[in-house]
């Protein structure tokens, strides 16, 4: 598998995530994960917990299919509270350190009115590519 991270010359290097990645591989897809556990109950309604949980689910789904953290190429964060986030950043960073690993990753976050679920309070999708061969 070969990911290049895609910075275009003369542009400032982004800060936790790259703007764009190019891959070759096996592609998998990961719904939105939220922040509950395996029997979908939510432990916390703390945004750095389910965050943490999120990341989790991620981890698991990828699994799955042979990936990795390592193998994720594109996230996008669906938040309800902006600030809360931005608020909360480095503890939010700290624990995506811990469950996913690396920045090497195309990012989006955006804010959003609601989620399905009421309780959640983050929601993360994820595109992976995994070695073949």
């Given at each position: 598998?070969?990911?290049?991270?895609?910075?275009?010359?003369?542009?400032?290097?982004?800060?936790?995530?790259?703007?764009?990645?190019?891959?070759?591989?096996?592609?998998?897809?990961?719904?939105g994960?939220?922040?509950?556990?395996?029997q979908?109950?939510f432990?916390?309604?703390?945004?750095?917990?389910?965050?943490?949980?999120?990341?989790?689910?991620?981890?698991?789904?990828l699994?799955?299919?042979?990936?990795q953290?390592?193998h994720?190429?594109?996230?996008?964060?669906y938040?309800?509270?902006?600030?809360?986030?931005?608020?909360?950043?480095?503890?939010?960073?700290?624990?995506?350190?811990?469950?996913?690993?690396?920045?090497?990753?195309?990012?989006?976050?955006?804010q959003?009115?609601?989620?399905i679920?009421?309780?959640a309070q983050?929601?993360?999708?994820?595109?992976?590519?995994?070695?073949?061969g």
């Amino acid at each position: 598998m070969t990911i290049t991270v895609l910075q275009p010359a003369g542009w400032a290097a982004p800060k936790g995530y790259a703007n764009g990645v190019a891959a070759t591989g096996l592609q998998v897809f990961v719904a939105g994960q939220i922040g509950w556990n395996a029997q979908c109950a939510f432990d916390s309604d703390d945004l750095v917990a389910q965050v943490r949980q999120a990341l989790a689910n991620v981890k698991a789904v990828l699994a799955e299919a042979g990936a990795q953290p390592q193998h994720i190429t594109r996230m996008t964060w669906y938040l309800v509270d902006k600030r809360e986030y931005l608020k909360r950043g480095r503890e939010i960073g700290a624990v995506f350190r811990e469950v996913i690993g690396h920045y090497g990753i195309a990012m989006t976050a955006v804010q959003v009115a609601g989620l399905i679920e009421d309780r959640a309070q983050v929601e993360i999708e994820v595109t992976a590519v995994v070695p073949q061969g």
